[in-house]
């Protein structure tokens, strides 16, 4: 892991290739906490948003943006999400978090928000609900539920 301070702070970040790298969730909870202009974009599936839950951000004064990465239930990409987004997003360096399940569609939204031209896209590692444990479930073995940080059922 590499000290960057490219967002006006030292955090710990893993790079990545496409995008400016990845983040633990405490990590992405402290850069939303110091960093008024810093947003959690979160690429689950409505269902999931529904059924899993949503990180809560109220104690910071902010929402998650809610985007689909892929649609449920095809799981087809949604081809509206980088037009959308930029079109929430007028400031290309404001520092983007991108959280999904267990980090690989957020990874690949935060590819495709660098490619069009926002210069601060972090994935959240091991996204909300983290990787499978040994009795094959997930949210106890890593991600944001794991680590403690707020969250609510809808």
């Not at 892991?1 to 909870?29: C, L």
């Not at 449920?72 to 980088?82: A, C, I, K, W």
């Not at 959308?84 to 007028?90: I, N, T």
Request: with cysteine; aromatic share 8%; hydrophobic share 45%.
């Amino acid at each position: 892991m590499a000290k960057h301070n490219n967002i006006a702070g030292t955090y710990e970040i893993t790079p990545a290739a496409g995008y400016a790298g990845d983040v633990a969730p405490a990590t992405a909870w402290k850069i939303l906490s110091e960093h008024k202009d810093a947003v959690l974009i979160d690429c689950r599936t409505r269902a999931e948003w529904n059924y899993v839950g949503l990180p809560d951000l109220e104690t910071l004064g902010k929402k998650p943006a809610l985007l689909e990465w892929q649609s449920f239930p095809t799981m087809q990409p949604n081809p509206e999400f980088v037009a959308a987004l930029s079109g929430a997003l007028s400031d290309k360096g404001a520092p983007l978090l991108f959280i999904c399940r267990s980090g690989a569609r957020s990874a690949a939204a935060a590819k495709a928000m660098t490619a069009a031209g926002y210069s601060k896209c972090l994935n959240v590692a091991d996204g909300f609900e983290g990787p499978l444990d040994a009795q094959a479930k997930r949210g106890a073995a890593g991600g944001w539920k794991a680590a403690g940080l707020p969250w609510r059922q809808t």
